[in-house]
């Protein structure tokens, strides 16, 4: 796979599945835009990504003038948009008891509404280049999981959003995908709350949840991605590709 001359644009860049993305695109010659909320995070992505070196766009996803920017500063910097990456997300604790509308609200601003206006303006551009999307899910978009309202709501958000814009978009010859990855050894989980001794048993349950028995990589969802942005993945359109160490086909026995 070679990305030599295409722009690739990846949200949520400064941390886990984004910066490895980032990471393996530059192996492969893109040229990247990344965008993050921590520009020192972002700055040691960059370090460890080939020349050219990455542009850096920070902002909010719950900013519609910086959703905005993260795309007119892409254009403006390199003249055209050949891959997006909306992997920017995040996770929270909450079921139907215990929720808000400010827990929803703030997932949903995330997850979900600054992914559709961030690929609304990026569309008109992917058209020109004949691009593709590919969106980052979960496996709580395509199976149920109690404590994890609002998040699980969100991800079956984006994986239908992924089917519905490839149907609207494949007579343009623009393709859309997405990951749905299973537990992933990142900062996310963290970042949702849990301390270390409530991630250490989380990873080891994980063992028993996964059929592979062990949570996943983000390098092994990261080739994923990039085999989905690539000339390889040409006829696949339209799909929510399970990186998940087979979590999604187990059931209780």
Request: glycine share 8%.
């Amino acid at each position: 796979m070679s990305f030599v001359g295409k722009v690739v644009l990846i949200t949520g860049a400064s941390s886990g599945i984004g910066a490895t993305t980032a990471v393996y695109f530059s192996q492969l010659g893109a040229l990247l835009s990344l965008h993050g909320r921590n520009i020192q995070n972002l700055q040691k992505v960059v370090e460890q990504c080939k020349e050219p070196k990455p542009y850096i766009v920070t902002g909010e996803m719950t900013n519609e003038i910086d959703v905005k920017n993260i795309l007119d500063f892409t254009i403006q910097k390199y003249g055209k948009l050949d891959v997006l990456i909306n992997n920017a997300g995040i996770l929270e604790s909450g079921t139907i008891q215990n929720t808000s509308l400010e827990q929803y609200n703030r997932i949903f601003d995330v997850n979900v509404k600054s992914i559709y206006y961030l690929t609304m303006l990026a569309v008109p551009y992917l058209i020109k280049t004949k691009g593709n999307i590919v969106n980052v899910s979960s496996v709580a978009g395509t199976r149920a999981f109690p404590g994890v309202l609002s998040y699980c709501m969100s991800k079956s958000a984006i994986d239908q959003f992924t089917r519905c814009v490839a149907l609207e978009l494949a007579d343009k010859q623009v393709r859309v995908n997405a990951v749905n990855p299973g537990v992933i050894i990142t900062n996310l989980h963290r970042n949702s709350g849990m301390n270390e001794e409530k991630l250490k048993a989380f990873f080891d349950h994980s063992k028993t949840t996964h059929a592979l028995g062990r949570p996943g990589s983000s390098d092994e969802v990261a080739k994923t991605i990039v085999f989905l942005a690539s000339d390889d993945a040409s006829f696949i359109t339209g799909q929510t590709l399970a990186v998940d160490g087979g979590r999604s086909v187990m059931c209780p026995r």
